[in-house]
Structures are given as C-alpha cells and as structure tokens.
C-alpha cells in the first residue's frame, strides 16, 4: 500500500509486475500472490476500458447518491475505482488523481478525445 499511496502523492498509479511469472498485481506488492516472486513497480496505462460498473444508491454518507463505481482494465491491470459520471460496459476510461471522499485518491471519467 505504500508504494500505492507514494505514487498517488505523484500524481501516478502504480500496479506491479512479477519478475517471474509476469502476473500484474493491484494494488502493487512486494511480493507476487501467484508464485511468491519479486514485483516490479510499473505505471498503471492512462486509458482502460469498463468491464463492469454498478450505480449506488444507498451510501455510508461519503458520497452523495447515486454514484457510479466500476472495474476497469488498464493494459493487464483490473482496477476498481469510483467514477465521477455515468458509464456503461465498453467505455474508455481515464484514471486521474483528485479528492474522493475527502482524500487524495484515484477516480476514473471517460476518456477525452
């Protein structure tokens, strides 16, 4: 989590990969759950595509309803995140750092032309 939280105060999104068996890990960690490998700290890619989402109507109080949340695949990386407007399965998708809930986090918007 603190390789996460270190590239997000940099404005990236790290993920990781295996130096043995290639497997992308996020968020990233030392070390590889699939064969227990060292990991490589990689930027996440800028663009991804919506491979599910769900609106949310009934919330903790930390985001206003509805609100959209949504997994996308970045290059090899899925990545759960909230989205800041409507989306649908298929969508390009932008990752960003911004204020999410009163901290500096990652949200994703479709993507600009």
Request: hydrophobic share 40%; with cysteine.
């Amino acid at each position: 989590m603190k390789a996460l939280l270190a590239g997000i105060s940099q404005g990236r999104l790290l993920g990781g990969v295996c130096k043995r068996c290639g497997h992308h890990v996020f968020p990233p960690r030392e070390m590889c759950p699939k064969c227990f490998g060292e990991v490589e700290l990689v930027e996440v890619p800028k663009v991804g595509e919506v491979i599910t989402y769900s609106e949310v109507h009934v919330s903790t109080g930390r985001f206003p309803t509805p609100y959209f949340v949504a997994i996308a695949k970045f290059g090899r990386f899925q990545i759960p995140g909230y989205v800041v407007e409507p989306v649908e399965i298929g969508d390009k998708v932008e990752w960003f750092i911004t204020n999410v809930g009163g901290r500096t986090w990652y949200a994703f918007r479709k993507a600009r032309p």
